[in-house]
């Protein structure tokens, strides 16, 4: 009799070792699929186990390797807005519903990428522009928008129900990242194919909790200076859980909590650290990473109004994002004009971030004949009192509240800056000044506050700059 218990026990821990087919939770139910090109699935199983993925018409099959993981491709796919099943079979099966194919992003960095829905409902109307979509939330009902909000400790264990994406409305919606959705709601609408947006953001985080340790270690900057701000905290939890799942690329809007800090070069080493690393665990160098440019507000001041900070901290941070242009298949959008109070930390105008990164991804990823960028800095020419700017993306220069041009300023040799008068001609604008009879320097927008009222036929505001950037012949390594 005691020789059947343990028979019976041994039986039933042989049965217990073979472990259930288990998908990460970035697989679930209403998720949608990148297009026109190979999808990973991938997975745990027993070691050796057999596993087979089916879907529309394709059928794939591996088996798991010694640790217990295992991945298959699927061909790649034209868009598919009709909901399918995807079939994962091996010791259990796995049947994940209303499955779509589309263009997959992912959206990543602070406050002001996690900045949900909700909120939008209860902020003032803008005092700019007439779109205010105040009820998305109550109005939404795109079936073929898809979201799916990472929380921080989502990913760390498959829960099994396979329940994380979500169709972009009621509930779903409101905690959703207001700039993510709008992203993807445009692309929706240009693109009419189904849309997936991956929202991972944490509140008030530095940008060293979102790349690894590794990749501080092998930067030839950062890895004589000591490691502060947590390196890996919420990549190991909340970003590299989610690879290799295809995706067509990235949208950034992070650095409120470094400006704070006076960072500027040794953010731009930061930033190209995390690109690589998040470039390199999806294992495509030329993923698309599109970043925010930080928004007006008073870094100089204090909660009690004190100065605490120079007013150019925030322009200085600019330049070293704008470094970060340097890597390719990269670009960022300006948000100058998009601040009501530059006391808030938080504005609104989520829905036009949201676009504007659309306009890039529309123009440099599916080749849109649009403009997506605002006017730029392409080069000086000083002629005695007088200095013309030629800047690009330009066409269609104007004052966008039919004012005087502002926020240009010039200097002599002594250093010292004055406003300037500005004139547009053409893609150039003149600038002269009363007090400098030899210009020599200038800046546009060089200030915590500024919010310049140049822009382009697209009505997109023109970057800041300054011509004497003491990172402009550096070289990112």
């Known amino acids: 009799m005691r020789w059947f218990i343990v028979h019976i026990a041994l039986l039933v821990a042989g049965f217990s070792a073979k472990a259930n087919v288990i998908l990460p939770n970035i697989f679930a139910n209403h998720m949608v699929l990148q297009r026109n090109q190979p999808v990973a699935i991938f997975g745990s199983a027993s070691p050796g186990e057999q596993v087979s993925v089916a879907f529309q018409n394709q059928l794939k099959t591996t088996e798991a390797d010694q640790n217990g993981r295992w991945k298959v491709e699927l061909k790649a796919m034209p868009a598919n807005a009709v909901g399918q099943t995807l079939t994962i079979r091996g010791n259990n099966t796995i049947e994940l519903k209303d499955v779509l194919v589309g263009e997959v992003w992912l959206c990543s960095g602070q406050s002001n990428m996690e900045y949900q829905m ?24 795109n079936p073929n928008i898809r979201i799916f909000l990472v929380r921080r400790k989502f990913l760390a264990k498959s829960d ?9 409305r009621d509930s779903a919606l409101r905690q959703f990242s207001a700039p993510a959705y709008f992203f993807g709601k445009t692309l929706q609408q240009e693109l009419g194919v189904p849309v997936g947006i991956i929202s991972s953001a944490v509140s008030g985080s530095r940008i060293e909790p979102w790349f690894s340790e590794e990749y501080w270690t092998s930067s030839p900057y950062l890895k004589d200076k000591k490691k502060e701000g947590d390196p890996g905290k919420f990549f190991h939890t909340m970003i590299e859980p989610l690879a290799p799942y295809t995706l067509k690329g990235f ?17 731009s080493y930061k930033m190209k650290a995390l690109i690589e690393n998040w470039r390199t665990i999806w294992g495509n160098s030329k993923l698309p990473f599109y970043f925010t440019e930080i928004a007006p507000f008073y870094y100089s001041l204090d909660e009690k109004g004190h100065v605490r900070m120079p007013r150019t901290v925030l322009p200085e941070f600019r330049e070293a994002q704008d470094l970060v242009l340097q890597l390719p298949h990269t670009a960022r959008i300006i948000t100058t004009d998009l601040v009501d109070d530059p006391h808030d930390l938080h504005p609104n105008y989520k829905w036009e971030i949201g676009r504007r990164h659309a306009l890039q991804a529309l123009k440099y990823v599916y080749h849109k004949n649009i403009v997506a960028d605002g006017p730029e800095l392409e080069a000086v020419k ?37 406003p300037a008068q500005a004139a547009i001609t053409g893609q150039t604008v003149v600038l002269e000044s009363d007090q400098v009879q030899q210009i020599r320097q200038i800046r546009f927008g060089w200030d915590e506050a500024a919010q310049p009222n140049l822009v382009n036929t697209a009505d997109l505001p023109a970057a800041p700059f300054r011509t004497n950037n003491p990172l402009q012949h550096i070289k990112l390594k």
Request: charged share 25%; glycine share 10%.
């Open 118 to 141: 909700r909120k939008i409902e209860k902020v003032k109307a803008p005092l700019r522009g007439t779109y205010f979509p105040k009820n998305e939330v109550s109005e939404a009902n």
């Open 160 to 168: 099994g129900q396979y329940e994380g994406w979500a169709v972009a």
């Open 251 to 267: 949208i950034w809007y992070q650095g409120e909590s470094n400006t704070f800090l006076k960072e500027n070069i040794s953010y």
């Open 382 to 418: 000083y002629q005695g009192k007088q200095a013309r700017v030629k800047l690009k993306h330009a066409t269609g220069l104007k004052s966008v509240d039919g004012k005087p041009l502002t926020s240009f300023e010039v200097a002599g040799e002594d250093g010292i800056f004055y």
